[in-house]
């Protein structure tokens, strides 16, 4: 059976590393890679008898990758700080070491927390590729949801992982507004350019496919709430491409003759 290691980037998520890392605690080894924490991310990772790198924060991609290269064995599972297996899964995964992978990378359902209650496994679930030979794969650069590359086939397990990041609706806005500065940055640094009309056109889509498509309307009101966030977050990608051409544009022309001159734009979208 192969030997499986798990890797972690953390910084101060001491209120969920605990089911995370109790979830892998059978595995053969459990690579922490922490940002500097202040909290008791670090005793819990300790307890757990992790191997525990620090390293400033290099971006979400970069970050997962130096984990990664930290990480002993060939097979290799990737999780955030506040995700867990769930006892199914752990009992797939095991199955599968025993008979030997034949894929070069396994996608696993993630079943998310929707604010107050945990999405309804009725719903559509969202594929991530964690589980994966290290030597066929690697993580994307991307500064926000970096994800594992492989060479080769994947495959689909049955069961889900669990994601408790979004604790309320407060939370969810605040890291859809920061992913969508950092995918915006990255856009405008690949000098990709859009039409604003994807400002109207993408968030309706969005909308469409996460609550009727993706069945988020068996979640309840939550559901109907993830999915109206999900339609802003499109919403503000764009928005915020726009606005940046606009300020690159027009500068301090905006206003009237005569008024004080305008502070300068922002270096990057904000």
Known sequence: ????SVFITTFNNARTLPACLESVKWTDEIVVLDSFSSDETLAIAARYNCRIIQHRFLGYGPQKQ???????????????????LSPALQTEIRRLLETSPTASGYEIPRQEQLFWRMASTRARMNYFLRLFDKTRGHVSDMPVHAAPKVEGSLARLKHPFYHFGETSLHVKVEKLNAYSTGLVIDKLRRGKRVSPWMMVVYPPLVFVRSYLFKRSWMNGWAGL???VSMSFYAFMKYAKLYEHAQFARHGDTLMPPGAPAMPPPPSSPS
């Open 66 to 84: 130096l984990a990664l290269d930290h990480t002993s064995h060939q097979w290799v599972l990737l999780l955030d700080a506040d995700e867990a």
């Open 225 to 227: 709430m993830n999915s």
């Open 1 to 4: 059976m192969p030997a499986l």
